[in-house]
């Protein structure tokens, strides 16, 4: 089992920056990938952003530019960088852990709200 805990949510004006946190704990161990996905009212989650165990990163086109994701292995924790935040990228954040075996881990999400 993984345990995940998103924290560093909040109220932000647009144009505004916060990071993300996510603390991992339990069988972390081979794990395929890591990514936050984020989930606004009345929508379907999405995709955030995505970080390959030692390769590559893939970017929702909304936030790319804007966004960057990141792992400490050695603190077993994983970031998410928001800058130029806007309205729209009002939604609960989860973090995600994706293991080799194929099984999925989620935290229970953190709420971001863009709003002046």
């Known amino acids: 089992q993984v345990q995940l805990v998103e924290s560093g949510g909040g109220l932000v004006q647009p144009g505004g920056s916060l990071r993300l946190s996510c603390a991992s704990s339990?069988?972390?161990?081979?794990?395929?990938?890591m990514g936050w996905y984020r989930q606004a009212p009345g929508k379907q989650r999405e995709m955030v952003a995505t970080?390959?165990?030692?390769?590559?990163?893939t970017y929702a086109g909304s936030v790319n530019g804007r966004f960057t994701i990141s792992r400490d292995n050695v603190k077993n924790m994983a970031y998410l960088q928001m800058n130029s935040l806007q309205p729209e990228d009002t939604a609960v954040y989860y973090c995600?852990?994706?293991?080799?075996?194929?099984?999925?881990?989620w935290g229970k999400g953190t709420l971001v709200t863009v709003s002046s």
């Open positions: 995600k852990f994706l293991k080799r075996n194929g099984m999925n881990y």
């Open positions: 339990g069988s972390i161990f081979d794990i395929y990938s």
């Open positions: 970080k390959l165990t030692g390769g590559s990163t």
